[in-house]
């Protein structure tokens, strides 16, 4: 057996949901890369990678989105601003990219893949509107609990959010005519030194309470 | 700037959703415990952790399971079979729990956290049915993108799955009499040497097109 070495399960101890940010501190633009990294190499269903995420530096838009968010410190404090925003219907394209680019990566016809892309579209085209926004949106929590654990890693702090309007982040960020609503917000920088919460304990249910061995 | 070594970028590269695993090769109990940390350890909104996992050891209802999973080999090859199951159905008890083990935590009565769980209670008995499941799924999966990557950390391999009928395994499972239902699942274990698909280049959309930056 391996030798374990989890320096992965301290950093989640470490993390919490940051209350306050140091607003004088930002990420260098190398530590924002390797969050993108983490993002796009995130998992998705059948690979499609259903979302988009945007970056939100332009101060005046963070202003604009803040009343919208609760008035929450964070979305104007924290270094960066990410929001997830996930497909909100399907088309054909989002199958033909992914074929696209798995044959170009393979060297191969798109036409190889023909079985593979006429099932993909027949499962996904069977969902309803609703169906399928609730099904993206799950697809955007695993990039999202990935950032969280990779920037736990690197000591960055993050603070995810799901206290927003939807609407209103759609509309400031004009999603909507892309095809994409906001989903689930992250912020992302340095802890401020006041923020008591950071010395809160950790609830979290027990192994026992959560897990049942069949 | 600190500098930056990222492990955890080079396995997430390394990580593929394995098609085949080598059913002669089991985790060690460690290993699992670890697994199971990182699982307890993933955050969700308010911190209320509404799923359970399922560990699901016994041979017989792993074949049982199988067949409601489009036969997928994993189901019964991988070491871990992991059933995550959101629940289904607010009750106060999802807050009031999570603000006991909060006030014992803190050597707190819990009367001093009701301003915090009557606003959540409330948040919470506003959504439908449907609304609350959709929810409580999308938590689930900030969980399951923590496994992955820790496993990936661990050189563990893990094939998420979606594909499998819910239904069904509620009813192996015996979660609908326990207010859960299936959401996802992982297998878990090592891959086997015949599975070609380790070796194919993994398929991501890039940085530019998957971030927009405002």
Redesign the interface.
């Given at each position: 057996?391996?030798t374990?070495e989890?320096n992965?399960?301290e950093n989640?101890?470490w993390?919490y949901?940051t209350k306050k940010f140091d607003a004088s501190q930002k990420l260098?633009e190398?530590?924002i890369?390797?969050l993108?990294?983490?993002?796009?190499?995130?998992?998705s269903?059948y690979?499609l990678?259903l979302?988009?995420?945007?970056?939100?530096?332009?101060e005046l838009?963070r202003k604009a989105l803040q009343p919208a968010a609760w008035g929450q410190t964070q979305i104007v404090d924290a270094s960066n601003l990410f929001v997830f925003a996930a497909k909100t219907k399907f088309d054909d394209s989002d199958v033909d990219n992914?074929v696209h680019?798995?044959a170009s990566?393979?060297g191969m016809d798109p036409s190889s893949f023909k079985g593979y892309s006429d099932f993909v579209k027949g499962k996904l085209s069977g969902m309803s509107e609703e169906e399928y926004q609730?099904w993206t949106?799950?697809?955007?929590?695993?990039?999202?609990?990935?950032l969280?654990?990779?920037g736990a890693?690197?000591?960055i702090d993050i603070c995810?959010m799901?206290g927003f309007e939807a609407e209103k982040f759609d509309e400031i960020?004009g999603l909507k005519s892309k095809g994409y609503t906001s989903t689930?917000n992250a912020t992302i920088g340095y802890r401020s030194e006041e923020d008591s919460t950071a010395d809160?304990?950790?609830?979290?249910?027990?192994?026992e309470d959560?897990?049942?061995?069949?």
């Open positions: 057996m391996k374990i989890m992965t399960i989640l101890k993390r949901a260098a190398e530590e890369d390797i993108k990294e983490a993002i796009q190499l995130s998992p269903s690979g990678q979302f988009k995420v945007m970056d939100v530096r332009d838009t992914y680019l798995k990566s393979n609730n949106k799950r697809q955007v929590y695993i990039a999202l609990g990935n969280m654990t990779v890693e690197l000591k995810p799901e960020l689930v809160s304990p950790k609830i979290r249910k027990s192994v959560l897990f049942e061995i069949l």
